[in-house]
């Protein structure tokens, strides 16, 4: 298995430009996390889903960020629009979720490395 | 309410030496508790997890850690240090009646030839 695929690996934009981030999570795998690493503020989850339905945003820092899930292997995150304070690495996760006492592992991807100028 | 707290932001350990790497939580209920690593410039990666059973729980590379109800703790253990272990580790909780998992700040590890 590939792993989850995230893409693109680095993203350099100018403040106001739309970013798009790309997940393709492991097949079989029903739920898909959102995260973002920062040196100040760690790792903090944005956004989740399960069987592609968002189950939490709460996370979600502003209006100018929005996730989607179309289907069961691909996932976006977008900003809009980007500002310097959104310079992070971005992590998408997947896992196989069984039931509401799931307790699997959850498996991450390389990260974006956003840079917003 | 769930939480997980990494006291010590860095830990320095001599090559060849045993290792802790602390971490303590909260749950309302039974908690589901895992250990991550990331090296610089990846993701992170699942080392062990503990569900419920034996409190001491083997996994990747030679880490174990022991779950203790009683000081809520679920500290990271390796009997041997090695210098490529240099990374950082993420402790996680869940509570069982909840979804989301909750990161620790991390500590970074730092095994010295």
């Known amino acids: 298995d590939a792993g989850v695929i995230q893409s693109p690996r680095h993203e350099v934009t100018e403040m106001g430009q739309e970013v798009t981030l790309r997940c393709k999570p492991i097949?079989?795998?029903?739920?898909l996390f959102w995260y973002r690493q920062t040196m100040m503020r760690g790792l903090e989850l944005l956004i989740y889903?399960?069987?592609?339905?968002?189950?939490?945003d709460s996370g979600m820092p502003e209006d100018r960020f929005s996730a989607k899930m179309p289907n069961a292997s691909f996932s976006t995150l977008k900003i809009q629009p980007s500002e310097p304070r959104d310079s992070a690495v971005y992590f998408c996760?997947?896992?196989?979720?069984?039931?509401?006492?799931?307790?699997?592992?959850?498996?991450f991807g390389p990260g974006t490395r956003l840079t917003v100028l | 309410a769930q939480s997980v707290a990494q006291p010590e932001d860095q830990v320095n350990v001599a090559e060849g030496n045993p290792l802790t790497v602390k971490c303590t939580y909260s749950?309302?209920?039974?908690?589901?508790l895992f250990w991550y690593v990331q090296y610089p410039n990846r993701g992170l990666q699942f080392l062990l997890k503990y569900i419920t059973g034996d409190n001491l729980v083997k996994g990747s590379y030679g880490f174990e850690a022991e779950f203790n109800k009683s000081q809520t703790s679920f500290h990271l253990k390796k009997p041997s240090a090695l210098v490529s272990d240099s990374a950082l580790y993420f402790c996680a909780v869940r509570d069982m009646g909840y979804q989301k998992v909750t990161f620790g700040t991390g500590t970074k590890l730092q095994v010295i030839p």
């Open positions: 749950v309302s209920g039974n908690p589901y």
């Open positions: 996760a997947s896992s196989l979720r069984a039931g509401i006492r799931s307790y699997n592992e959850q498996f």
């Open positions: 097949s079989g795998h029903n739920s």
């Open positions: 889903f399960n069987n592609n339905v968002p189950i939490d």
